[in-house]
T-cell receptor, first 116, second 112 residues
């Protein structure tokens, strides 16, 4: 257990519905990342926060996706009007960045989304 | 942008043998190279990492080597055990500048 907690572990939804996932990072970590992983592939970067500021978004993050980290602690990832292609494992990771040191990412167990 | 290639995609070894997984990267500015182990139904777990100012790093049965000139790095597992069976991912990044780019993974099977 890395200390990064994700909820729910599994989500089944119908196409067109909205879903929201939550991530609780390791408590002292200032960065939080969202990744998406499909079967047989490595995780793909979606977006990340430093404290409450969203610093980078991938081209993979369509306008149906939105992420927040309102108080610089937990984060939510919402997908609106889900499509079957959104089916994947959504992984959250957190890290502690101090000065110019390389950061180590610690991942949660993910939320497996199935869109029917 | 960065691209990370990983080989082989599957690897089967006998218990006690060594396993080697290789990765190449494209971005010469990448300076941080972690390796993750992912078991079924779990998130990736960091097992070892190396920075570009180091050529080799070892932690018990696991070692990583880095060749900056050739832009490739490798994971070496010695004395493999059945519990080493998992999918292993290499990754690269510009260190504190942001996100990891992952390879496609290697499924390692260690047969008792």
């Amino acid at each position: 257990d890395t200390g990064v907690s994700q909820d729910p572990r599994h989500k089944i939804t119908k196409r067109g519905q909205n879903v929201t996932f939550r991530c609780d990072p390791i408590s002292e970590h200032n960065r939080l990342y969202w990744y998406r992983q499909t079967l047989g592939q490595g995780p793909e970067f979606l977006t990340y926060f430093q404290n409450e500021a969203q610093l980078e978004k991938s081209r993979l993050l369509s306008d149906r996706f939105s992420a927040e980290r309102p108080k610089g602690s937990f984060s939510t990832l919402e997908i609106q009007r889900t499509e079957q292609g959104d089916s994947a494992m959504y992984l959250c990771a957190s890290s502690l960045v101090v000065a110019s040191t390389n950061e180590k990412l610690f991942f949660g167990s993910g939320t497996q989304l199935s869109v029917l | 942008g960065e691209n990370v290639e990983q080989h082989p995609s599957t690897l089967s070894v006998q218990e006690g043998d060594s396993a080697v997984i290789k990765c190449t990267y494209s971005d010469s500015a990448s300076n941080y190279f972690p390796w993750y182990k992912q078991e079924l139904g779990k998130g990736p777990q960091l097992i070892i990492d190396i920075r570009s100012n180091v050529g080799e790093k070892k932690d018990q049965r696991i070692a990583v080597t880095l060749n900056k000139t050739a832009k490739h790095f490798s994971l070496h597992i010695t004395e493999t055990q059945p519990e080493d069976s998992a999918v292993y991912f290499c990754a690269a990044s510009r260190g504190s500048q942001g996100n990891l780019i992952f390879g496609k993974g290697t499924k390692l099977s260690v047969k008792p």
